[in-house]
């Protein structure tokens, strides 16, 4: 407790520094953390799972749209 009231007896600016070191000490550290946990996540990673648990429709059965080139549309206006 008496370093609680040393700390409360500190003038402002110096209690503002220490609460800022220990606000971006311990973001650090939880960064550090989610930056793990983001590799980890990344390293367990299958593709292939993940497609057969959302269940996507195949689009084979689908006609194709076929869609005229731009170049020579415009070839043919231009002439």
């Given at each position: 407790m ?22 971006i ?41 076929e ?13």
């Amino acid at each position: 407790m008496k370093f609680l009231q040393k700390l409360q007896n500190l003038p402002e600016k110096n209690r503002k520094i220490i609460l800022w070191l220990v606000v971006i000490f311990v973001g650090f550290g939880l960064f550090t953390f989610y930056i793990k946990n983001i590799q980890k996540k990344l390293k367990n990673f299958e593709a292939g799972k993940i497609e057969k648990e959302l269940k996507l429709p195949s689009l084979e059965g689908l006609p194709k749209i076929e869609v005229p080139d731009f170049e020579e549309a415009t070839k043919e206006t231009n002439q």
